[in-house]
């Protein structure tokens, strides 16, 4: 992914941020320094996941799929 700096998204209706943060934190033991360090972790994860995945995929299977969703 990009390293550019995004806008992030707004949650969907149904997710209650408040409540999400408080989990985070007390998976972490109430120290939500550490609840931050997870979840960056993890992101960079997923993000690498996506890349690899991405790259796999097939260039043309990708054009064909978008060009028939048009």
Same mark, same amino acid.
């Given at each position: 992914m990009s390293n550019a700096a995004r806008a992030?998204?707004? @949650? @969907? *209706? $149904?997710?209650d941020v408040g409540a999400s943060i408080d *989990? +985070? +934190?007390e998976a972490? /033991? /109430? $120290?939500? #320094?550490a609840a931050v360090w997870e !979840? !960056?972790? #993890?992101?960079v994860w997923l993000e690498?996941?996506?890349d690899r !995945?991405? +790259?796999?995929v097939s260039r043309g299977y990708v054009r064909h799929g978008l060009a028939s969703k048009s």
């Open positions: 992030p998204s707004p @949650p @969907p *209706a $149904d997710v *989990a +985070a +934190a972490c /033991g /109430g $120290d939500v #320094r !979840l !960056l972790i #993890r992101n690498s996941e996506v !995945l991405s +790259a796999s």
